[in-house]
């Protein structure tokens, strides 16, 4: 991640997140609807994290610190075998 983190609000939860994981922000706060996004939130409130995929198949997860904060964060998947 860069340092040049920003901060989204998302369905009244503030979420930090890099510009590059802006399109899963716009996917949690555009796209699906604030019960749907709020599924993710919650389960990363309970576990620490949530993974989820957009609708260009780029991955994310959403992280919980224990401060109490999230954050979101574009994952690299692996392409394969090796």
């Not at 503030?14 to 802006?22: R, V």
């Not at 620490?48 to 995929?53: D, I, L, N, P, Y």
Request: neutral net charge.
């Amino acid at each position: 991640m860069t340092n040049q983190m920003k901060i989204a609000d998302v369905h009244g939860y503030k979420i930090c997140y890099d510009p590059t994981a802006i399109n899963g922000i716009n996917y949690l706060k555009y796209d699906l609807s604030a019960v749907e996004a709020l599924v993710f939130i919650k389960y990363a409130q309970m576990y620490g994290s949530a993974q989820f995929e957009d609708d260009k198949d780029r991955n994310y997860t959403l992280v919980k610190s224990a401060d109490g904060k999230f954050t979101l964060v574009l994952r690299k998947e692996s392409s394969g075998w090796f």
